[in-house]
């Protein structure tokens, strides 16, 4: 049975309920996005690995094709087979590391709407988009965790990681008009719609697995002709045993291998598809019904049926929220005293005697924010039970100020803070959390009274710039206050506002006089 909608979430999980949900007919839910984008165009804001398929240049040490040796001839000989096997075998060392394959990959920040698909460059902080009309083909592998694009103007183009085959298939339900059964790699699923299974999970061709018969090659590797070897080191022994004094090898320089973009249209004798995180089907359940954590390891997720003193554990390949993640196994010990201590992000500590280890686990909140940290900055919708994200500090989004562990007092939140954020963990008092915000208000608001700032522009479109003196300034920050619209504070001043939009009672408004 199809679900009726969808929550999004990464892993293979989060991209099977949303292929239900859309061959379904349903449609994409828009989501909150701190880009500035029309209302509902924002369909994924999240983060995958992205890398492209490029050959690039690359230099190696060549050696003189002939060389003299004072002596007989056959030392010259012998010496310049050898140069000659040195250069070769650095030309396609190098000819392999220029031949096209994935460079990356990069963890950057990607944004799909109905159109285009986004990512953030973490050096320059440029957007770069492919819209989907530029999208040839394309291969969704949601057990590895990888989409792949092959572009009509580009190189190819590949996403990795929990969130790539959500956003593979947003993009499939656009490039192939809602046929998502014709998606390379998505076959498990759509065999598991029409045969009425709830779940796809099983063990899935290598084919299927891998695409159907799209493939990436790689360069071939790098293997030296076994006769050239042996004349070439023969000689090389030769020349050694001989004890001549006066060897000369000859002068080196270097050369350029220079990579090749061309996709080869039949599959090399080599295994050919670039290495993907093989489908791992989940772990069976443990022999011993009373240990449900045995085996576990970094990675894992439990969800926990039980209470917090009498837990019952059930692995969750998915990974949802809720859930407590395995952070690190603490071996040859079953002393939570100080198995955890030298960990770092981690929330509870629980033994397992068994494995004769202390699994150090992490909470997952349906908020990535709960695990935020003092001057890290984050953004979430107005209202209760929202979901709170990280985000690139801006106007307009929030600044943590402080953060308070299961706080004795119901608003720990000082006067510096503009609104404070809970975060409930049923039944685990102590992981309760609450995140003390600032709005981080546009730069003037930061500027002192008697500060002297050069105006410009009117309206919504007025902008202000600092000065290196007030004489080269057209204002003067006659006073301030932190609310929007507050004409009468500034009395005979003229005066400028801001607020947010998405929190209209957080807003600042400034006094400005004309410098003397």
């Not at 999240?46 to 398929?53: D, G, N, P, Q, Y």
């Not at 230099?59 to 000989?77: D, E, F, M, V």
């Not at 608003?411 to 003390?436: A, E, M, R, T």
């Not at 619209?485 to 947010?500: E, I, Q």
Request: aromatic share 10%; hydrophobic share 35%; charged share 15%.
């Amino acid at each position: 049975m199809a679900r009726s909608g969808y929550q999004p979430r990464p892993g293979a999980q989060g991209a099977w309920e949303l292929f239900q949900h859309l061959i379904a007919g349903g449609v994409p839910t828009p989501v909150q996005s701190t880009l500035r984008l029309d209302s509902g165009e924002v369909l994924m804001d999240e983060t995958a690995h992205v890398s492209i398929w490029v050959p690039t240049d690359v230099q190696y040490k060549a050696y003189n094709r002939w060389t003299y040796i004072q002596g007989a001839p056959i030392w010259s000989l012998a010496a310049t087979v050898v140069n000659r096997h040195r250069t070769s075998r650095n030309r396609r060392k190098a000819a392999q590391e220029a031949a096209a394959q994935w460079r990356g990959p990069d963890l950057l920040r990607v944004v799909v709407t109905s159109q285009s698909v986004w990512w953030r460059e973490t050096e320059t902080g440029e957007w770069l988009d492919v819209p989907f009309g530029m999208i040839a083909e394309m291969r969704v592998d949601p057990y590895a965790g990888v989409t792949e694009f092959e572009l009509k103007s580009k190189p190819p183009l590949r996403f990795a990681g929990p969130w790539a085959a959500f956003a593979g298939i947003l993009i499939a339900h656009f490039v192939y008009a809602g046929q998502l059964a014709a998606v390379p790699g998505l076959a498990p699923f759509a065999a598991a719609v029409t045969s009425g299974r709830t779940t796809p999970w099983q063990q899935p061709t290598a084919a299927a697995a891998h695409g159907g018969n799209w493939q990436f090659p790689r360069p071939a590797p790098n293997r030296a002709p076994k006769a050239v070897v042996v004349i070439a080191a023969a000689a090389l022994l030769v020349v050694l045993a001989s004890g001549l004094s006066s060897v000369h090898i000859g002068s080196t320089w270097s050369g350029t291998a220079a990579g090749s973009n061309v996709l080869p249209t039949s599959t090399p004798s080599d295994p050919a598809v670039l290495p993907l995180t093989p489908f791992v089907p989940p772990s069976p359940s443990p022999t011993n019904p009373g240990d449900p954590l045995a085996g576990a390891a970094p990675g894992d997720c439990y969800a926990n049926s039980g209470t917090e003193d009498d837990p019952e554990w059930q692995l969750d390949p998915g990974c949802q929220p809720g859930d407590f993640k395995v952070v690190e196994a603490e071996q040859d010990t079953i002393d939570t005293s100080s198995a955890c201590s030298g960990v770092n992000d981690w929330d509870k500590d629980y033994p397992d005697p068994p494995d004769d280890q202390v699994l150090c686990m992490a909470y997952q909140d349906s908020s990535p924010a709960y695990d935020a940290d003092v001057n890290q900055c984050v953004f979430g919708p107005l209202g209760p039970g929202q979901t709170w994200n990280f985000t690139p500090c801006g106007t307009g989004n929030f600044t943590v100020v402080n953060a308070y562990r299961n706080p004795t007092d119901p608003s720990p939140c000082g006067s510096d803070s503009d609104k404070p954020i809970p975060f409930i963990v049923p039944g685990y008092q102590d992981l309760d959390k609450v995140l003390c915000l600032q709005m981080n208000f546009p730069w003037i608001s930061t500027v002192q009274v008697n500060g002297c700032v050069w105006e410009s522009g009117s309206g919504s479109d007025t902008n202000f710039a600092p000065v290196t003196s007030c004489s080269d300034a057209n204002a003067v920050v006659e006073g301030r206050i932190f609310k929007p619209d507050d004409w009468s504070f500034c009395g005979h001043y003229a005066g400028w506002s801001w607020k947010s939009s998405d929190y209209p009672d957080l807003g600042v408004t400034v006094c400005l006089g004309s410098p003397n």
